[in-house]
């Protein structure tokens, strides 16, 4: 079975400074994917960042990026220049590939301070 | 753009009551999925189904049923609903198993309290 770890249950940041989410995450596969999924207050939850095991890069995308430690299952969100929309819950999720089941961890409350 | 809907953003019932919780896609995906969410316990899953008439429980799949009778659609229905289940439930969908796509995409959620 998968299991995935978000230790950090609520965070601050004050705004245009820069974030770290933690998330680990236990499987014998080898290959998967990782993403983060965000859910702002009272809004849909949308995909933030996807990352494949197979690549050593590190998934981008603009003021996101993720610290993928394979060896360590270790996948951490890096949110640059925060902004106010970024207040959200924070969701790591895995899925084995292949494979349609996802995984959650229990979310991490970020708040972004004015 | 995808869109998954839900029939109702927030709903009371009374403990025993049958309820039927829809969710639409519009962009034929195989695969949806029920979860509840809960604080502190994330995101769970309760079933999901990868084509039409097919259901697989997840990891809660007490106290729930499913129907997927056609395949933009995906019920969830409490068959005598408990004041433990009130949730707040999502519904999601995706082509999973495709590689780069694989993503789910989600509803809105519905607030669901049992009295």
């Known amino acids: 079975a998968q299991t995935v770890t978000q230790s950090q249950p609520e965070m601050s940041v004050q705004e245009a400074e820069t974030v770290t989410l933690s998330c680990t995450y236990d499987?014998?596969?080898?290959?998967?994917?990782l993403f983060w999924y965000k859910q702002p207050p009272s809004r849909q939850m949308i995909l933030v960042i996807r990352?494949?095991?197979?690549?050593?890069q590190n998934a981008t995308e603009n003021r996101f990026s993720v610290n993928f430690q394979k060896a360590a299952k270790s996948f951490s969100l890096k949110i640059s220049d925060s902004q106010l929309g970024d207040t959200a819950m924070y969701f790591c999720a895995f899925m084995k590939q292949p494979g349609n089941q996802f995984y959650f961890g229990t979310g991490t409350s970020l708040t972004v301070i004015p | 753009d995808v869109k998954v809907t839900q029939s109702s953003r927030y709903l009371v019932k009374r403990t025993g009551e049958k309820v039927f919780l829809e969710c639409v896609q519009d962009m034929d995906h195989e695969n949806m999925f029920w979860y509840r969410q809960d604080p502190g316990l994330g995101l769970r899953l309760i079933y999901f189904?990868?084509?039409?008439?097919?259901?697989e429980k997840g990891d809660i799949p007490e106290g729930y049923s499913v129907s997927r009778e056609k395949k933009e659609r995906f019920s969830l229905i409490l068959e005598s609903a408990s004041t433990n289940q009130t949730s707040m439930y999502l519904c999601a969908s995706g082509v999973l198993g495709s590689g780069t796509r694989d993503e789910q995409f989600f509803g809105p959620g519905t607030r669901l309290t049992v009295l």
């Open positions: 189904s990868y084509d039409v008439k097919m259901k």
């Open positions: 990352q494949e095991a197979y690549k050593q």
């Open positions: 499987t014998s596969e080898n290959n998967y994917y």
